[in-house]
């Protein structure tokens, strides 16, 4: 099933600089995922990952989208942090599904759950 987050709910304010943001991805509980998005042709961070997702002059007023699956092979509670940090310092936490607010309701009894969510990078 796939999992959407509200599309307003993740901000991230990001200067005007050349300098990159980026993204390190999180897991718990024996969780594996993998999330993906666009940066010069699509890109996969995967647990353990921190990876750069633009330059902040580029990302500054867009918004972007990012799919994350995964599963939890030992049964355990499917746990991923996302965190976001600008050139800044400034930074974006979003842990799935602890954060979750979208639709359909998060099934603790996914195995294998889909999610998505958008970040708004926000000039400063």
Not at 16 to 37: G, I, M, P, Q, W
Not at 48 to 76: E, H, M, Q, W
């Amino acid at each position: 099933m796939l999992y959407k987050e509200k599309d307003d709910k993740l901000c991230l304010d990001v200067p005007a600089t050349d300098k990159t943001v980026t993204l390190e991805v999180t897991c718990f509980n024996a969780t594996t995922a993998k999330v993906s998005y666009y940066y010069s042709g699509l890109k996969v961070a995967n647990c353990g990952d921190a990876v750069d997702v633009g330059i902040a002059n580029t990302l500054k007023g867009a918004k972007r989208a990012y799919n994350g699956n995964g599963s939890n092979p030992l049964g355990g509670k499917f746990k991923v942090k996302h965190v976001f940090t600008s050139p800044n310092g400034k930074k974006l936490t979003y842990v799935f599904p602890d954060d979750y607010t979208g639709t359909p309701a998060y099934n603790a009894d996914d195995e294998l759950p889909d999610y998505r969510f958008i970040v708004n990078f926000r000039a400063v």
